[in-house]
DNA sequence: CGGAAGGTTGACGAGCTTCAAGACAGGTGG
DNA sequence: CCACCTGTCTTGAAGCTCGTCAACCTTCCG
C-alpha cells in the first residue's frame, strides 16, 4: 500500500470513532494524498459561488465557514480542529455557499482531489458510509448552534461553545476539555455566536470574574467545568460519537 | 416489482432535482413501504435520547425537529414538508438527540424501517449517494438558518424563512413561491426564527403594513416578491438542487 | 352561551448594539 | 534604544431592539 500523507491518521481516528472500519479500509484511507498548504487569515479558500473539485483536511490550526450578509456582517457557522476533513460535504454538492478561511494565524491543510475521495468511495462502501457519518455528525453540531445562536443569550452562548470546543478538543487528543489551545481573537468568537465584539468582550470579562473560565495568551482554561456546563445548559450528547455504530 | 406507498414518487421526485437515479433505483425507492400514521401537535414522533428503527416520510402537512431548553424554550431548527423525508441522518446516527413533532393539525407520514432504506443502499449504491445528497442538502439549509438567526434582525429573519418556504414548496410542487398554505400558528414562527410570539406578531405586522405579504386562513400571500426577498437578503443559491448532479 | 385557542396591543425594562476613546502588546524603522 | 504604528483588548455612555407582563379581542366550536 503506498503511503500517503501522515496527518491522515487524525482523519482515521476520526473516522473510526464514529464508524466500523476494517483494516482495508484504514489503510486506503491513509493511502490518500493531496497538496499541503498554509493558509493565511482572511483569504478564502474557498468562496460562495465556487464548484470546488478538493476538500480540504485540517492538519493544524483552525478553520471555519462563514456566511456573509450584503452588509459585510459575518457568522461562523462551523468551526473546524485538527483532524477534521471541512468541504467533506462538497463532494455531494460540489458548489459551494460558503466562504472557507482560517480562522487561525497559522493554519496547515491538505487539498484532497474529490476524484480520489470518490474512488474510495466506490471500492470501499464502508468508507462512503464513514463519510456519510461524518457528514451527518457536522449536521448535528450545526443543529445545536441554531439552537444556540436562536435561543440562549450571549452569556449562555458563550459558555456553550467553549464547553463544545472542549470537549471536541478532547475527543481528537488535543487538549484537555478544560485547558486547550484556541488561537483566536475575539472578533472571531464575536462572528461565531452571533454577537457584536464589544459585547462578546463583556461577556468574557464576567465570566472571567465569575471564575468560570479565563483566556491567557490564546489558550482557554475552564476553572469550574460544572459550573460552566451548568450555565450553558451544555449536554454533550450531541458530540456523542461513540453510539451503536453499527454498518448498513 | 412490488407496489410501495403511492407517496413515494414524491420522495422520488425530491431525490431526482439533486441526484441522477437509475429507473431500477426509481423503481426500488418507490417499492418502499411503512405504516402510515397521522400525528397530533405537541406529541414526540421521536424525542431526544431515543434510538430509532425508523425515518418518517412526511406525506402532508408540516414536520419539525425542535431543540429544547431545560427552562421549556423551543428552537426550531428544521422545517419539513410534504416529500421530506425527516430522520433519514438517524439513518447514520440512529440516536437522536431532537424532538420530531408535527407542526400543523394535520401531519400524516410513513415510518420506514431503517432495515429497508439500508437494504436499499447496499443493493444501489446510487440510492445510498442520493440519499447522503440529501443529508448534507439539509445542512446546507441549517448553515443558512445559523446566520439567520445570529446576524439578521427579526424581521430580516421573517422575511428570509417566507422565502426560504416559498422557494421550497415551489421545488416541491406545492404552490407558488408568492403564495403557499402554511398551516402554522405564530407562536411557531416565533419558535423557529428565535423571538417571543409577542414580538412574532409585531413584525407580521409590520410587514403587512408595508405591503410585503399577508397571511390569511394559514395562507401565505407575498405581495411583492422582490421587495421581501431585498428585505430579507434572500440568495437562494443555498437551496439550488440541480447543480453538477454527477455520481460518483 | 361559554370556554379555549390564537391573535393583538400597550407599557416597561433588560440585553445588546453603537459610537467613541483609551490601554496595552508586539513589531518596525530611525 | 526609543518613537511609532497597528492590531487587539477594554471600558463608558446612550439608544434601540426585543423580551416580559398583562390585558383584551376575535374566532371557532361544543
Redesign the pocket.
Known amino acids: 500500500m503506498p503511503r500517503g500523507h501522515p496527518a491522515f491518521d487524525l482523519f482515521v481516528r476520526k473516522l473510526s470513532q464514529r464508524s466500523i472500519l476494517t483494516e482495508d479500509e484504514r489503510q486506503a484511507i491513509l493511502s490518500l494524498n493531496g497538496r499541503e498548504m498554509e493558509v493565511e ?1 482572511h483569504r478564502d479558500i474557498v468562496g460562495p459561488g465556487q464548484v470546488t473539485d478538493t476538500s480540504c483536511f485540517v492538519v493544524s490550526g483552525l478553520a471555519a465557514r462563514f456566511g456573509q450578509l450584503r452588509d459585510g456582517r459575518r457568522q461562523i457557522t462551523a468551526i473546524h480542529i485538527p483532524g477534521d476533513m471541512c468541504d467533506l460535504y462538497s463532494l455531494m454538492l460540489p458548489k459551494v455557499e460558503w466562504a472557507l478561511q482560517a480562522l487561525s494565524a497559522r493554519l496547515t491543510i491538505v487539498k484532497v482531489p474529490h476524484r480520489d475521495l470518490a474512488a474510495l468511495c466506490r471500492a470501499y462502501p464502508g468508507i462512503a458510509e464513514a463519510f456519510w457519518r461524518d457528514c451527518v455528525a457536522d449536521g448535528s453540531i450545526l443543529s445545536q448552534w441554531v439552537v444556540n445562536v436562536g435561543r ?4 449562555m ?1 458563550t459558555a456553550h461553545l467553549f464547553c463544545e470546543l472542549g470537549v471536541r478538543m478532547e475527543k481528537a487528543g488535543l487538549g484537555q476539555r478544560t485547558r486547550y489551545r484556541l488561537p ?4 472571531q468568537l ?1 462572528d461565531a455566536l ?12 464576567s465570566m472571567r470574574e465569575d471564575g468560570l473560565m479565563t ?1 491567557r495568551a490564546r489558550e482557554v482554561h475552564i476553572s469550574d467545568w460544572a459550573a460552566l456546563a451548568t450555565a450553558a445548559g451544555f449536554d454533550e450528547g450531541y458530540l456523542e460519537l461513540r453510539q451503536e455504530a453499527r454498518r448498513l
Request: hydrophobic fraction near 45%; charge should be positive; proline fraction near 8%.
Open positions: 487569515p440562549r443569550d450571549a452569556r452562548r483566536v481573537v475575539q472578533v464575536a452571533g454577537v457584536t465584539p464589544v459585547h462578546m468582550n463583556r461577556v468574557i470579562r483566556i
